[in-house]
C-alpha cells in the first residue's frame, strides 16, 4: 500500500482526496494532523506544511508540492536536506495564471483604470486608444506559465517578450535572457509581466533599475512572489509617474497589513494571491503520475533543481 499525507492551510482536503481517489485508487490517502503512523507515509503533499512534519516522517520518498514554487517547504529549517521536492506543474494552473496576465494587461491596454475613475466623477471622458500591433508586453520568465501568457498575448496581437535565464525561443516571441537582457527588454515594453520563481537571483527584481528602464507611464503586473517587488520602489514610480499603475497579487507580506500604503493607492490595483489556484481534479494526474513513476524507480517530472533554486 502506498500511501500520501496531505498538509496544507488553506487547499481543500476533501476535493483532493475525491480526486486522488479518481487518478489512482490504489493510494491510501490521509490528512494532517490525521496522518496515524508516520513511518508508514511514502509522499508528503504539502503546502506551507507545519515545519518539522516532512522531517517527522522516517521513510517520505518525496515531497509533492501544493504549488509551482516550492519557497513553502525550503521555508521549513528542519526540511531533510536530500529529500526530492516535485514542482506543482499543471496546464490548468498555466492557463488560470495567464488569464490573469491578460486582463491584467488588457485592464490597463483598454484604459479600464482611467474610465473607473472618470465614471466616478460622472464625466463621459473618451480615451484615444493605443494600437495594440505596436504594444510590446514583456514577460519576465518564460517558463510553464510565462510561455503560455506569452502564447495568450501574441495571439490577441501585442509584440511580445520574454525573458529566462538561459537563451530561448519561442515562436512569436522576441527572447531575451541574462542580466543584460532584462533591461533590453524592459526599455522596449509599455507592459511587463512578472511570472518569476523567487530565487537568490530574482528576489527584488522589480526595483529602481527596473523601472526607470520601462518607457514612461509604464505597467507592471506581478503574478509571481511579493519577494520580487520592492514596494518603496514601486510606489516612488507610481507617485512620479514612471509608472502608469500596478496590478499586485502578491505581496513581500501576506495578507498585506492593513496600513500598507497599497491598499488606498489610486493607481494600485490588488487581489489576496489568487491569480493561479491549484485544482485538485486537474493537479491530481500529475500528482499520480508522479507517484507511479517513482515507484517504477524513474525519476519525477519538474523536480525541483536545488542548484538554481527552481
Ligand atoms: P518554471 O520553472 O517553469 O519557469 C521559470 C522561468 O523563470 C524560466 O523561464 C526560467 O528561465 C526563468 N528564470 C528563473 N530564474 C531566472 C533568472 N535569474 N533570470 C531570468 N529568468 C529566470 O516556473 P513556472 O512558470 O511553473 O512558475 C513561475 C512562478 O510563478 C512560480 O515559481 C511561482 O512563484 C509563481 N506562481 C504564482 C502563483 C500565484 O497564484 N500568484 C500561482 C502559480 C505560480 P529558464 O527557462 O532559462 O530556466
Given at each position: ?9 488553506q487547499?481543500p ?18 490528512a ?18 507545519p515545519?518539522?512534519?516532512i ?29 526530492p521536492i516535485v ?12 488569464e ?46 510565462g ?14 517578450h ?22 533590453e ?9 512578472c ?27 506581478n ?14 514610480g507610481?507617485d ?16 498585506l ?7 488606498q ?9 489568487v ?20 515507484e517504477a524507480?524513474?525519476p ?11
Amino acid at each position: 500500500m502506498t500511501t500520501i499525507l496531505m498538509a496544507s492551510h488553506q487547499d481543500p482536503v476533501d476535493l483532493w482526496r475525491d480526486a486522488l481517489a479518481m487518478e489512482m485508487p490504489e493510494l491510501e490517502f490521509r490528512a494532517h494532523p490525521d496522518g496515524g503512523n508516520l513511518a508508514e507515509i511514502d509522499y508528503a503533499l504539502v503546502y506551507w506544511a507545519p515545519h518539522g512534519l516532512i522531517a517527522s516522517l522516517p521513510n517520505v520518498k518525496a515531497v509533492l508540492s501544493i504549488a509551482a514554487g516550492c519557497d513553502h517547504i525550503l521555508a521549513d529549517p528542519q526540511l531533510p536536506p536530500h529529500l526530492p521536492i516535485v514542482r506543482m506543474v499543471d496546464d490548468f494552473l498555466a492557463a488560470m495564471m495567464a488569464e490573469y496576465a491578460v486582463y491584467g494587461v488588457l485592464h490597463f491596454h483598454r484604459d479600464m483604470h482611467y474610465y473607473r475613475r472618470e465614471q466616478l466623477q460622472s464625466q463621459w471622458s473618451r480615451a484615444w486608444p493605443l494600437y495594440t500591433p505596436d504594444t510590446s508586453v514583456g514577460i519576465l520568465g518564460l517558463g510553464a506559465i510565462g510561455g503560455d501568457c506569452a502564447r495568450k498575448l501574441g495571439a490577441l496581437g501585442f509584440q511580445v517578450h520574454g525573458w529566462s535565464r538561459g537563451p530561448k525561443s519561442m515562436e512569436g516571441v522576441i527572447c531575451h535572457h541574462g542580466p543584460d537582457g532584462l533591461l533590453e527588454m524592459a526599455r522596449q515594453c509599455r507592459y511587463l509581466v512578472c511570472v518569476l520563481p523567487l530565487t537568490g537571483e530574482t528576489r527584488g527584481i522589480i526595483n529602481e533599475r527596473l523601472i526607470s528602464a520601462m518607457p514612461k507611464g509604464g505597467f507592471i503586473i506581478n503574478i509571481a512572489r511579493g519577494g520580487h517587488q520592492v514596494d518603496d520602489d514601486l510606489l516612488a514610480g507610481l507617485d512620479s509617474g514612471q509608472l502608469g499603475g500596478v496590478f499586485l497579487d502578491v505581496f513581500n507580506q501576506e495578507p498585506l497589513p492593513s496600513e500598507h500604503p497599497f491598499w488606498q493607492h489610486e493607481k494600485v490595483w490588488l487581489t489576496p494571491h489568487v491569480a493561479g489556484e491549484l485544482m485538485p481534479r486537474s493537479c491530481a494526474k500529475s500528482v499520480a503520475a508522479n507517484i507511479r513513476r517513482i515507484e517504477a524507480g524513474e525519476p519525477a517530472l519538474d523536480l525541483f533543481d536545488k542548484e538554481r533554486g527552481y
